[in-house]
């Protein structure tokens, strides 16, 4: 049995493929001050610089960076998915919202919009616990209930984390269903092993072709 | 001989403490697969029980020995044999555990051997050490062929503390008490909420998050399960 | 951890066979066993009882609790209380699974049991998992859980473990901001 051992990493460790592509979702911006040579980045213009008044859209790794407070260069606005209007929709009912597609990163970018000093911070920050506690019964009770369901319909609508935690019922389920029918007792042939006899088969058939 | 000489042994072990404890081999066995529990759940590593390992490792050798000088096809041979297979299948995976955690967390842990090179309580034994060091030493390395030197140079110095990949104290373990403690500080006090503070009692099992028993875990009086 | 694992820890716990054979004491680095007298009971670690069964060289007795009807009440009780009740043992689910792939011979009334140990096994899951809900709904940040069997904390492990870390982590966005805000520079 091999060690499998894994370890619970913080999701903003630096190494974090999911932190990375957190980071890299967008948040509006509005340029309070004329910014030289950089007008490449508005794709709606040919002016060499950005104007002052400017609105884009930046990923959040740079708007971070260009945040100052009050002397910022940039004001930042809270993205649509996370302002008042969704905020409500999270609230009434958290279950019917496809998360992974105002996502995909959706806890992880709203913990991320956090430091960023948004006049709602304190609501972002409660909506995202709410939205999740509203919604775990039913990750729960999915991942744990049914086996050999389809369960797509489901899972597509869950955030990359809450499709993480959907595996990982699975797994604590399955594990022990396999261990109560004692199939983990019987030793099988590992599916990589598996697979280089059947292309080895293969090359050898076709050799003698 | 017989296989009786091993099992009456009565073994000699230092302590952490300078207490010298006389500890039988069942008990050295159980210790051994508390740690290894403890290791497998701990998201930090903990410190190396070297003297747990290296005295279960005597004892197989000992009772191999003297099941060499069984007759062949004594009643008692495929008994030891089990045994000693399960003795060594909880050494290695906890050997194994370590190892893991040691290649993930690789900077910490040898900065947290570093802190403590004047205790005794060493985290890590001197072939973990060294597997440290190299694996350290590898992978900055690899790093700095595979991307650091085709950076410019400024972007090209990577700052040791941010890459660093720290545990998650925070991470939620499942425990047994072992001895009554009282005032455990299961959270601190912030801004919206008041700290929180519980008495455990022996035989009592809990969730919570690693952090504010961490160190009951090092002591003893809490396993994780 | 892997079932088979807790499975494996279970496998210390002493059962109690009937040896057809007689000998002296084993000594066994984890502690004596024996001696065994052809015909009388002796309390064995199950792992031991399993490979002396699978070499016929014992007969299983089942445990005092494995018993029709201390099992119909137990079900009882469990069913009745809104929290959970002791188990007569820590591995009940791995010592009735071992001793009933073995030596279903052995114990009276096998598939009745095997029924009213997952029934039991059952009720319980739907417990835990009602309490999770509960728990993870009132943003408490620890919870005690005695009476229940590793087995069952298992199949649960990585999923509460994973869900409640995801708690923490949005819980704790706003605290470790003020800490930190500063620390991120480009």
């Known amino acids: ?209 | 001989m017989s296989t009786e000489d091993v099992g009456d042994d009565l073994l000699e072990t230092v302590d952490d403490e300078e207490e010298e404890e006389a500890m039988t081999a069942p008990e050295v066995l159980h210790k051994l697969e508390e740690a290894w529990l403890n290791e497998k759940f701990s998201p930090d590593l903990l410190p190396v029980k070297s003297n747990l390992v290296e005295c279960m490792l005597d004892q197989i050798v000992a009772m191999e020995n003297n099941i060499s000088t069984l007759k062949k096809g004594d009643f008692r041979i495929s008994v030891h044999r089990m045994e000693i297979d399960r003795i060594r299948y909880v050494i290695s995976s906890y050997l194994r555990h370590r190892l893991a955690k040691i290649e993930s967390l690789t900077t910490h842990v040898l900065q947290e051997e570093e802190k403590r090179r004047d205790s005794e309580n060493v985290l890590m034994s001197p072939a973990e050490l060294e597997f440290a060091k190299g694996y350290c030493n590898s992978v900055m390395t690899h790093l700095t062929n595979t991307a650091l030197d085709h950076m410019p140079l400024k972007a090209a110095t990577p700052n040791a503390k941010e890459i660093a990949v720290l545990p998650n104290l925070d991470s939620y373990v499942f425990l047994k008490v072992n001895e009554n403690t009282e005032n455990v500080l299961v959270e601190e006090e912030t801004v919206d909420a008041r700290e929180e503070i519980m008495d455990f009692e022996k035989g009592d099992q809990h969730i919570m998050r690693y952090k504010p028993i961490a160190s009951l875990v090092e002591s003893g009086g809490v396993s994780l399960i | 951890m892997d079932p088979s694992e807790v499975e494996f820890l279970a496998e210390r716990e002493l059962v109690k066979v009937i040896p057809n054979f007689t000998h002296d004491k084993i000594y066994l680095i984890s502690g004596d066993v024996g001696p065994f007298s052809a015909g009388l009971p002796l309390p064995v670690p199950l792992w031991l009882a399993v490979n002396l069964k699978q070499r016929q060289k014992c007969r299983f007795v089942a445990p005092d609790w494995m018993d029709i009807d201390v099992l119909k009440e137990k079900k009882q009780e469990e069913a009745d209380s809104r929290f959970f009740t002791p188990m007569p043992s820590p591995h009940y689910m791995e010592i009735t699974q071992l001793l009933l792939q073995w030596g279903t011979d052995d114990i009276p009334k096998a598939d009745e049991i095997r029924t009213l140990v997952k029934d039991i096994w059952d009720l319980r899951i739907a417990k835990l998992r009602s309490s999770i809900d509960v728990f993870v709904k009132s943003g408490e940040s620890h919870a005690k859980l005695n009476y229940l069997t590793l087995m069952e904390i298992n199949t649960v492990r990585l999923f509460l473990t994973k869900a409640l870390n995801h708690m923490h982590q949005l819980k704790s966005v706003t605290s470790r901001d003020t800490t930190n805000s500063n620390s991120q520079a480009f």
């Open chain 1, 1 to 209: 049995m091999a060690a499998n051992f894994t370890l619970d990493s913080n999701p903003d460790s630096y190494f974090s493929l999911d932190d990375i592509l957190a980071s890299q979702e967008k948040v509006p911006c509005t340029f309070n001050t004329q910014v030289s040579n950089m007008g490449y980045m508005d794709q709606s213009t040919t002016d060499t610089n950005i104007v002052s008044g400017t609105k884009l859209e930046l990923p959040f790794w740079l708007a971070k960076s260009l945040d100052r407070g009050s002397r910022s260069i940039i004001n930042i606005d809270t993205p649509k998915n996370y302002k008042e209007v969704y905020r409500q929709i999270f609230t009434a009912d958290p279950n019917v919202v496809d998360l992974h597609k105002l996502g995909p990163y959706f806890y992880l970018f709203g913990g991320k919009l956090i430091s960023l000093h948004l006049p709602d911070n304190d609501d972002i920050a409660s909506v995202l616990l709410k939205t999740f506690q509203g919604r775990f019964r039913r990750i729960m009770d999915g991942s744990q209930n049914t086996l050999n369901v389809d369960l797509t319909s489901q899972v597509s609508l869950l955030d990359e984390q809450e499709r993480l935690l959907f595996s990982a019922g699975q797994q604590g389920l399955h594990d022990f269903q396999k261990w109560e029918t004692r199939e983990s007792e019987k030793l099988s042939t590992s599916t990589m092993v598996a697979n280089h006899r059947k292309r080895k088969r293969f090359v050898l058939s076709s050799k003698s072709s």
